[in-house]
């Protein structure tokens, strides 16, 4: 069964972090669920006007409308109504709220990434962040060439090439070009990124496993826009699970084991690291 993929969608980021090996994205756009929203129906209108007549609002003109003083009486039904209003929109939230959750997490494919890479994505991190080190372009292996060893080392192992591979392979690599500058890249990378990268060169063409294996903490949550039967997940599971093992059992030789310090601009003092 093959696989197909969509060209990955992203709305505009308002801030992007990576804390150990999660990277976190922050957008712009609130996306507000039917659950949140009234109907229109009769019933709502005449709750509405039923609040705006409490709250002394015309409805016709919006303005604030004189009331009668309240008696003792009045003020007391008052104060049950607003308890027992309150109450409920608690229960509506605790109720809500899970339920919200449950959703966003059924959608999302899980992918184990193995304790090694895992280690490596810390690595990384912390090299890139907190050391000011680049990883120098262009790499060698890139991942275009990763890949294509992934489909040799599985044709050699299954016997043929099948399509789902050949079309997983190729939806990596769509998704690692498309989303590489918008969210895998630290703010301290992009100028290598502005330098290294032209309009008619592919990005998985000049970087490396390092940068292909975040984007694998980022996958699931772009998978979740792509509409997926149950079946073909599973499988799909699978076979990403089966690459990163693959990453893994190459570990020594796909990825760096040090990283390099960025270029100083002449006239700068000795020591400082920009």
């Not at 004189?66 to 605790?94: F, H, L, M, Y």
């Amino acid at each position: 069964m093959a696989l197909k993929f969509t060209k990955p969608r992203f709305k505009k980021l308002k801030s992007a972090k990576m804390s150990g090996d999660i990277l976190s994205i922050t957008f712009w756009d609130e996306w507000v669920d039917a659950g949140r929203l009234m109907k229109y129906t009769e019933e709502n209108v005449l709750k509405q006007k039923a609040l705006d007549k409490k709250k002394g609002v015309n409805t016709k003109s919006g303005r604030s409308t004189q009331s009668k003083p309240k008696t003792s009486a009045d003020t007391k039904v008052d104060k049950e109504e607003i308890k027992n209003t309150a109450s409920k929109g608690k229960k509506r939230k605790a109720d809500s709220g899970p339920e919200k959750e449950n959703v966003s997490a059924e959608k999302l494919i899980k992918i184990q990434i193995p304790s090694t890479l895992k280690k490596q994505l810390v690595d990384d991190w912390e090299l890139v962040t907190q050391q000011n080190k680049l990883v120098k372009l262009p790499r060698s292996p890139t991942i275009d060439d990763i890949l294509t060893k992934y489909l040799d080392y599985r044709s050699k192992k299954d016997g043929m090439m099948t399509d789902s591979v050949g079309e997983i392979l190729n939806g990596l690599r769509c998704y690692f070009d498309k989303a590489l500058r918008v969210m895998l890249l630290y703010k301290k990378e992009r100028q290598q990124y502005d330098e290294a990268i032209s309009d008619n060169v592919s990005p998985s063409s000049v970087y490396g496993a390092e940068h292909l294996l975040r984007l694998f903490v980022k996958l699931p949550e772009l998978l979740a826009y792509v509409k997926i039967e149950e079946e073909t997940q599973i499988q799909l599971q699978q076979k990403l699970l089966d690459f990163l093992k693959f990453l893994q059992k190459n570990q020594g030789t796909f990825f760096l084991s040090a990283y390099d310090s960025p270029k100083v601009s002449e006239g700068s003092g000795k020591g400082k690291d920009n």
